[in-house]
């Protein structure tokens, strides 16, 4: 099927400062996340309508003490089963059993270096991202030396985690480009296996070391490992037989998207760099970000291969000369030139080649796929051979990093991880709407934007900041969600109004450094029953409890809290389905005394109702919630907010039953 292409415009800043102003009005003034006190684990605190419950620092394998923010140690995503979080991490996994929040437990910690180590949970299964050359087969840290290894791992490791405090390993499923994250999947009619969506971003590797792997435009290599995702298929009764069995190209006739280049001050620190790496030998290029030339220091690892691959040129499989090393300075600018703008004269540029997150909504049967220059919309109905239906581009978002379905499945949530997570993107000077969330409605294939979201506080030039990863909070009737900003800690919004999304709860921590730019804050925030959890990158796993205030009441809280799971993937979005219960109706109630949806006489005199009904007896409670559901549909064609009406009905109607 065709997809339908949205390009956003410059227009959009409009409805985002609409947006952003109403934000900013809720919060309290001044705002006490400004000038907060930097350190590591004593960094000053600022909180609102949200309060820590705990912090746990890192595992002693999982920190060093000497050098805070080492990016081999970096946690990352969560995963969650039973009392269980799963915590990812650069140099492996940490086990936390948080039975009692306050007080969290270590229950395993094991070292299996390899990044990001993207987690995710199924029954008694345990799945791990691979991606980084270091990581090898054995979860050994010895690291690989050499560019072909059969010993590395890039792909999926695959753990028995019945006793998820001692997890076997099973299988390793190796892909040409490894799994920077990772999606499990179910089907409703194959019950028999699970299905793994991975996205992989790291170069292709050599076909000397994962046979069939090969890089280029599909026109002229059909076979390449570009423009694709990989569908692993895990039959559930012998998981350690799992393998590859699709490679769907759905960014099939995608031309690269317009983008925005760095900020000026950016820019100028990148030339500053740049030109101090030369005037010490280091390797640089400029690459063009729409009309503006940026410099670029080349890292060590792509030296090394374009210095492996002149080596192999010559017939040789030594170490490289000075000889070699002048030959690579001579075309170093050919060679990025040829891979950031493809071969000359060959029309417009392809799109993106590999998505970044995918999140799956069974229930619907769709997928957001959040894929660098697009966010896309997937057709999973057929889980092995997801399709896309649709996709949107947006000149103000620099990587679609990863999306959430409201539950209903009516509208989609992208982030843009403008400057990959390592970098300050929420100062002063930075744009409101780049590195934002960009929120649409969606009806059958088309998502039609309505506003962007950012975190309405700036942030200090010292503190990476940019929208990361969050889930949706089960409070009835309303979109909210909670989100990691990095070490713009974590927000808490309402998205209920597509147009004019505002923030109701914050916690944020001053910078790990007043000195410098260190890396730190929340990789991920999601709710999972009763608490929002953190993945702090430097500081260990927080953990959070919502309080109560004019903007989300104790019984919404307490209706989100009837919401339990067994295990949670926050990119395998599960139906959030609420039991018949008082404290539903009574969270309904709130909201429509808040909307004013019904006059305040009426929206008490039923809260009165409520209470006398649930004091009765079973037989006298139906007959009285009968009396309540009748004088609300008489109330319901007076109320401005019919649908919230309509929700409490039937809440009534289901305790009656």
């Known amino acids: 099927m065709k997809s339908r292409l949205l390009l956003a415009v410059p227009l959009f800043a409009l409805t985002f400062a609409n947006a952003a102003a109403q934000a900013r009005s809720a919060t309290p003034r001044p705002d006490p996340r400004i000038g907060l006190r930097a350190g590591w684990m004593n960094a000053a605190a600022a909180n609102w309508n949200m309060r820590l419950v705990s912090n746990t620092p890192p595992s002693p394998d999982f920190i060093n003490r000497n050098e805070p923010g080492d990016f081999r140690m970096i946690n990352s995503d969560l995963s969650f089963r039973g009392k269980y979080v ?42 791990v991202s691979g991606e980084a050359l270091n990581g090898r087969t054995d979860c050994g840290t010895q690291g690989i030396a050499d560019t072909v290894d059969h010993h590395r791992l890039r792909g999926i490791r695959i753990f028995d985690g019945t006793d998820i405090s001692n997890p076997r390993l099973l299988a390793n499923v190796q892909t040409c480009r490894g799994s920077h994250t990772h999606t499990v999947v179910t089907s409703p009619s194959d019950t028999d296996n699970v299905y793994i969506y991975v996205s992989g971003s790291a170069p292709v590797r050599s076909p000397n070391e994962l046979a069939g792997c090969s890089a280029g435009l599909p026109d002229t290599n059909p076979s390449t490992a570009l423009f694709r995702i990989e569908v692993i298929q895990v039959p559930l009764a012998h998981p350690e037989s799992a393998r590859v069995v699709n490679s769907p190209r759905i960014f099939q006739d995608l031309v690269r998207a317009k983008s925005h280049p760095d900020a000026p001050e950016d820019i100028a620190e990148a030339k500053r760099q740049a030109d101090s790496a030369r005037a010490a030998g280091g390797l640089t290029a400029v690459i063009v970000q729409e009309g503006v030339p940026v410099d670029i220091i080349l890292g060590p690892n792509f030296i090394h291969f374009r210095l492996d691959s002149i080596v192999r040129a010559r017939g040789d499989t030594g170490a490289p000369t000075a000889a070699d090393t002048a030959t690579l300075r001579t075309n170093v600018q050919a060679i990025v030139d040829l891979i950031v703008l493809g071969p000359p004269g060959g029309g417009p540029r392809p799109g993106p080649t590999q998505c970044h997150d995918i999140t799956v909504y069974p229930a619907i049967g769709l997928a957001g796929g959040a894929c660098g220059g697009y966010g896309m919309l997937l057709d999973i109905r057929d889980v092995a051979n997801p399709k896309r239906i649709g996709a949107a581009a947006d000149s103000n978002f620099s990587f679609w990093h990863s999306a959430t379905f409201n539950n209903d499945g009516t509208k989609i949530l992208f982030t843009d991880e403008w400057g990959g997570g390592l970098q300050p993107r929420c100062r002063p000077t930075d744009k409101p709407e780049w590195g934002a969330n960009a929120i649409f409605t969606l009806s059958g294939n088309t998502m039609t934007f309505k ?68 890396g730190a804050g929340s990789w991920s925030a999601y709710w999972y029953n009763g608490y929002i959890i953190s993945s702090e990158i430097s500081r260990g796993l927080d953990i959070f409890e919502l309080t109560a205030s004019p903007l989300l009441s104790q019984n919404e809280i307490d209706a989100a809290k009837l919401v339990h799971f067994d295990y949670l993937n926050a990119q395998d979005q599960q139906k959030l389905v609420w039991p018949a219960s008082f404290v539903v109706a009574r969270a309904y109630l709130d909201q429509l005394a808040r909307s004013r949806g019904l006059p305040l006489a009426r929206i008490n005199a039923t809260r009165d109702a409520l209470a006398a009904a649930e004091r009765a007896s079973s037989e006298a409670r139906s007959a009285a919630l009968s009396r309540i559901t009748t004088q609300l549909n008489t109330d319901l064609p007076r109320s401005t907010d019919q649908p919230k009406v309509q929700l409490l009905i039937a809440t009534i109607t289901d305790l009656g039953k």
Request: charged share 15%; glycine share 8%.
């Open 451 to 518: 506003s962007y979201y950012k975190l309405p506080v700036p942030q200090t030039a010292n503190e990476n900041c940019v929208a990361h990863n969050g889930t949706l909070i089960p409070i009835p009737g309303r979109d909210i969600m909670a989100q990691g900003w990095y070490q713009g800690g974590v927000s808490v919004f309402d998205w209920t109004d597509a147009s004019q999304p505002k923030e109701i709860a914050f916690f944020d921590r001053g910078p790990m450094d007043s000195t410098k730019l260190v």
């Open 86 to 127: 799963i915590q990812g991490n650069f140099a492996g996994v940490q086990v936390w059993d948080i039975s009692n929040p306050k007080v969290v437990r270590l229950a395993r910690a094991f070292v299996c270096p390899g990044s990001q180590s993207d987690v995710s949970v199924y029954r008694n299964l345990l799945f």
